[in-house]
């Protein structure tokens, strides 16, 4: 039998309540599916249990799903909308089992000129993640392709193969915008082009609690505890992953990717400076007291080539946070073995306690500004943290002034510059772990 002689025949998908839901095709529409695709000529062949009944059986189909394949192999083309994210792998996962390729078009990745228009599954799934993030709705037009035999499967997220960053975005990120311009999924796509895709965080699932009446009271307690810390640590920031296709792309190249975009889209305030050259800085809170002692040791800094600036005020800077008991701040600017060696000469005594969390109220304090540094230097950055103890594998970006921070202990910044000037002082188990960065709009204390 060939594709011309095909008659109409049914899908018999599943339906609520184990009730099976058919979607009947048309003689037309039976004819045009297998002229488009073999599996409806050859399902239909050689006396199948098919051809009899002409009824095909797919237990594992929504009727949506049905519908919708038989509108793409019909009319060539269908359009979902990105937050309509399950149908689009269910269509995906249908066609497989029928043999046919179905290629994903963005029209505004498409608009992009030299980049490809076609987008695989693992960036089909990041760049309904970038909707979501966004809050935004766009549209996914899918289209398909002729073949034979075994159809070539989508590349996975299990083929990433290249470096992972989990950024933590705050909420307010994404509704600041320019003039006449929010943050767009146009920007956000750049990152697809350069081969970057966004993963959401495993732990938004954890955020689905029960809490059972028949439980023990200080069981409910405890689960209502961790669905309340949950929740506010929702309201605060939201998780995502980037993730680098291939293996020869660096930490630095994806943490660079998205400080660029970012910043793009930022609202430009006249107090932010914007960096263009690369430069090292380190802010100490010291206690008040020592005003004398600060100025002369700044001056004798300054006399050996450093750039030093003694901050007065109650304006930290550098996403310092936490106490409001001192007011100076030395702030040394210069290589990261000048910056180093002033570290290790500055008595400890001199500086400021963290007292905002009694966790860490213990700890002296201060601040590394990395601005606008280059690729190279966030791969330096980025395995650098992992020498920490305190809180390792976690940096910060301020977005708007292209600059980035380690805001440490002392003693891990200590390790940090050894780690960043001759690679000391991390640990294998730590080299490997996901960096942790965090988008900076507010003080932050340690972290």
Request: glycine residues 6%; positive net charge; charged residues 20%.
């Given at each position: 039998m060939d594709a011309g002689e095909v008659k109409g025949f049914t899908i018999r998908c599943k339906g609520d309540n184990n009730v099976y839901e058919d979607v009947v095709v048309s003689d037309a529409d039976a004819q045009v599916m297998a002229n488009n695709c073999e599996y409806f000529q050859n399902v239909f062949a050689h006396g199948t249990r098919e051809a009899e009944e002409r009824v095909i059986l797919k237990p594992d189909w929504a009727s949506s799903t049905a519908k919708q394949l038989v509108q793409l192999l019909t009319t060539g083309n269908i359009t979902v909308r990105s937050r309509e994210r399950e149908s689009i792998f269910l269509l995906e996962e249908a066609a497989q089992q029928v043999l046919?390729?179905?290629?994903?078009?963005?029209?505004?990745?498409?608009?992009?000129?030299?980049?490809?228009?076609?987008?695989?599954?693992?960036?089909?799934?990041?760049?309904?993640?970038?909707?979501?993030?966004?809050?935004?709705?766009?549209?996914?037009?899918?289209?398909?392709?002729?073949?034979?035999?075994?159809?070539?499967?989508?590349?996975?997220?299990?083929?990433?193969?290249?470096?992972?960053?989990?950024?933590?975005?705050?909420?307010?990120?994404?509704?600041?915008?320019?003039?006449?311009?929010?943050?767009?999924?146009?920007?956000?796509?750049?990152?697809?082009?350069?081969?970057?895709?966004?993963?959401e965080s495993d732990e938004?699932?954890?955020?689905?609690?029960?809490?059972?009446?028949?439980?023990?009271?200080?069981?409910?307690?405890?689960?209502?505890?961790?669905?309340?810390?949950?929740?506010?640590?929702?309201?605060?920031?939201?998780?995502?992953?980037?993730?680098?296709?291939?293996?020869?792309?660096?930490?630095?190249?994806?943490?660079?990717?998205?400080?660029?975009?970012?910043?793009?889209?930022?609202?430009?305030?006249?107090?932010?400076?914007?960096?263009?050259?690369?430069?090292?800085?380190?802010?100490?809170?010291?206690?008040?007291?020592?005003?004398?002692?600060?100025?002369?040791?700044?001056?004798?800094?300054?006399?050996?080539?450093?750039?030093?600036?003694?901050?007065?005020?109650?304006?930290?800077?550098?996403?310092?946070?936490?106490?409001?008991?001192?007011?100076?701040?030395?702030?040394?600017?210069?290589?990261?073995?000048?910056?180093?060696?002033?570290?290790?000469?500055?008595?400890?005594?001199?500086?400021?306690?963290?007292?905002?969390?009694?966790?860490?109220?213990?700890l002296k304090w201060c601040s590394l500004r990395v601005c606008a540094p280059r690729v190279e230097t966030l791969d330096r950055l980025a395995i650098a943290v992992g020498a920490c103890k305190n809180n390792p594998n976690t940096l910060g970006v301020d977005v708007r002034s292209k600059a980035f921070f380690a805001v440490k202990s002392v003693n891990d910044m200590k390790l940090l510059l050894a780690a960043m000037i001759n690679g000391g002082g991390v640990g294998e188990d730590s080299a490997d772990k996901v960096p942790t960065l965090l988008i900076l709009e507010q003080p932050k204390g340690i972290f």
């Open positions: 046919l390729n179905i290629s994903f078009h963005v029209p505004a990745f498409v608009a992009k000129g030299p980049h490809a228009s076609i987008l695989n599954r693992t960036q089909v799934g990041s760049f309904l993640n970038l909707c979501k993030l966004l809050n935004r709705t766009a549209d996914i037009q899918i289209t398909f392709t002729r073949c034979s035999g075994t159809c070539v499967r989508s590349i996975t997220e299990e083929q990433l193969s290249g470096p992972e960053v989990e950024v933590e975005f705050p909420p307010d990120l994404l509704k600041i915008s320019t003039v006449d311009k929010s943050v767009s999924v146009d920007g956000w796509l750049t990152l697809l082009a350069q081969g970057i895709v966004i993963k938004s699932s954890s955020s689905s609690q029960v809490i059972s009446e028949t439980s023990p009271p200080e069981e409910q307690l405890s689960r209502l505890a961790r669905i309340l810390r949950i929740s506010r640590s929702a309201a605060k920031e939201t998780r995502y992953h980037l993730q680098a296709f291939t293996s020869a792309t660096s930490i630095g190249t994806v943490l660079n990717a998205m400080c660029q975009i970012l910043h793009r889209h930022r609202a430009e305030s006249a107090d932010v400076r914007v960096y263009s050259q690369e430069e090292f800085s380190l802010r100490l809170p010291c206690r008040f007291v020592l005003e004398k002692a600060l100025e002369k040791t700044a001056n004798s800094l300054s006399r050996h080539g450093l750039k030093v600036y003694l901050h007065q005020g109650n304006r930290l800077g550098y996403f310092l946070g936490g106490s409001s008991s001192f007011n100076l701040c030395p702030t040394i600017t210069g290589t990261l073995p000048q910056i180093q060696a002033v570290l290790s000469v500055i008595p400890e005594e001199w500086m400021q306690t963290y007292s905002k969390s009694t966790r860490d109220s213990a």
